[in-house]
């Protein structure tokens, strides 16, 4: 599959998928190993143990593609798996992938949801306003060929699956309770922009490690935050568990199998950790009833005697019950975890490249809405992409000057002995922006390369339009961008989608569709993009 947006395929790209995965099933020779053969009832808590053990170990892995993670040493399965057949996953795929995988190597039962509608009117199921709800399931069961069964999970698994509320039953995944014993290793998370991830590591200070997956099998590593947005129960964003399983009705065949039966997934009432203390807050319990659905914003995080945002919460539940924070730590982290973001959207833009798209004549519109769509704006633009990298550099900004406030207040929360905070701070900052550095090599084939400061600068020039050249889609002026074989045109749509380049708001149901005479007149966007210059704001603080 191609790379595109960090949302996950549209449906065009993954039938395609499927029929390629498809015709690799059948063409590939016969193996016993790719044939399902059920032993367990059930998952025991010692499943459970070793699926977040072998998450962790691809977390911790220097893979890069889903097809690597599976080949790579660290799988202990891999000298199972059928010969001369690749694996793939995107985004929404990638936690039904990696469960499945670990299911039919362990025996152990599996089933999942294949259809969702959405509740209620909605342009597009993936970003339906209420959330969508279980149309119809499929129980795999022993005899079944595994490598087709991944062929149909990319053919009907998408984002849109997840997006169901957490009390309406019928899924596969369920809301934990937040804290260390609930978030763990092979957790999901939902953002309800349109993406996916699998944590694989919880660091002691409580900060969680996620890898996920995007169009092109490529497979990334990242830490959680603001990118992931909360939202209403009715969309069920944020953390979910798998469901516990259980195979009923099956007979033991003499090698020791369970032969049919059906599936039976426990309902919330009988999971201990169910909870929906992420919508809510940690004082719905005392209410009853519970909060209208409506009121989710409203929700407290009291951890001990403080009251806290929602994401400090969350690590600091995840720590331990205790929030500390090494602003030098967290500064590096950041920036270095920034650094390998534009490296992976160097890689998106290479694909979209290889492919011509920039070639092709701009059409007469934008999509109905430019972050979520489908075609080649899904399969090779970058808006919601860019807003998360510029989400994240706002981010650097921000917490560097939480921090400071930490520090004149002498809050306990800061794990800092020095003396200058902000030149400390600009320090460990320059550090890390010294070690990145992106490249990419403009219409005539002359490389351009640039470092961390450089990308922040030009941020909010990078175009997320695929049919613009390789300069614009770095963000080049001067002698830079004079290569670009784009016509006047296409420059005059470069510069009206400035506003566009300029929120960070993702909006899934706003009417996007604007001519260039529309955007020229100032239709959509803001005028004004956000402070992310931390270098300067902490010069400015010494």
Known sequence: MLAGDDTCVDVMCKTLAAAILLLLTFVAPAHADAIMRITSESWSAADERGYGEFIAAIGESNCRTVAQCIAHPSNP??????????????????PYFLRFYYAWKRGLPFSYVRDVSPRGRSRDIRYSPRGNQVEARHDVLTGDNALRLLNNLRDQISSATYRIHPELGGDDLYSPALDPRSIRPGTVIYDPNGHLAVIYRIERDGRIRYIDAHPDNSLTRGTYDLRFVRASPGMGAGF???????LVGASRAPDGALVGGRIMLASNAQIPDFALTQFFGTEYLKMSPRPADSQWRNGAFVLGDAVMDYYDFVRASLSGGRLRFNPLREITDMVLSNCADLSYRAEAVDIALAAGIQNRPQPDRLPPNIYGTEGDWETYSTPSRDARLKTAFKEVRDYAERFLTLWRTRDARLAYNGFDL???????????AARCAISYRRSDGSQVRFGYEEARRRLFRLSFDPYHCVERRWGADGAEGATCRDGPLKRRWYEAQQRL??????????RMDFTLSELEEGRGG?????????????????
């Open 77 to 94: 399965f891999r000298a199972s798996d059928p010969p001369g057949f690749t694996f793939h996953a995107d985004c929404a795929d990638l």
């Open 240 to 246: 979910k568990n798998w469901r516990p399983a259980r």
């Open 422 to 432: 902000a030149g400390d701070m600009l320090a460990a900052h320059d550090r890390a």
């Open 501 to 510: 380049r300029n929120q960070l708001d993702r909006s899934y149901e706003a």
């Open 526 to 542: 803001v005028s004004s993009p956000p402070d992310t210059d931390t270098a300067a704001f902490l010069r400015a603080r010494r």
